[in-house]
C-alpha cells in the first residue's frame, strides 16, 4: 500500500523505514519497493527500537541496507545520510 503511494509523489533521496510499524513490517514495504521503485532500494536506511528476531537480523543483512538502533544521534543519522547521498543512484 504505502510502496504505491510513492507512485503518486515526487522522487525521494532516501527512504528511512522503521521495522516495526502498525500495518506492515519495514521488510514488507522494501520487498514492495524492490518492484515498484527499485532505484529506492540503494537509497533505504531501516530504524529500530526493538528486538531483533533472528528472521529480521537476515532480512537486513541480505537487504545490503543499512540500519540505525533508535535512538540515535543527529551525528549519526547525518553521517549515514551523507554517505547515502554520495552514493551513485542505480
Do not use: N, Y
Not at 10 to 33: H, I, N, R, W
Not at 45 to 64: I, P
Request: hydrophobic share 40%.
Amino acid at each position: 500500500r504505502d510502496a504505491q503511494r510513492l507512485a503518486l509523489t515526487e522522487s525521494f533521496d532516501l527512504v528511512l523505514c522503521d521495522l516495526t510499524m502498525p500495518e506492515e513490517t519495514g521488510a514488507e514495504f522494501f520487498e514492495q519497493l524492490r518492484t515498484t521503485h527499485p532505484q529506492l532500494c540503494t537509497r533505504f536506511v531501516f530504524m529500530s527500537g526493538g528486538v531483533w528476531s533472528a528472521r529480521t537480523t537476515e532480512f537486513v543483512a541480505r537487504s545490503g541496507c543499512p540500519h540505525v538502533e533508535k535512538p540515535f544521534s543527529l551525528d549519526e543519522l547525518r553521517q549515514l545520510l551523507h554517505a547515502l547521498i554520495a552514493k551513485p543512484s542505480s
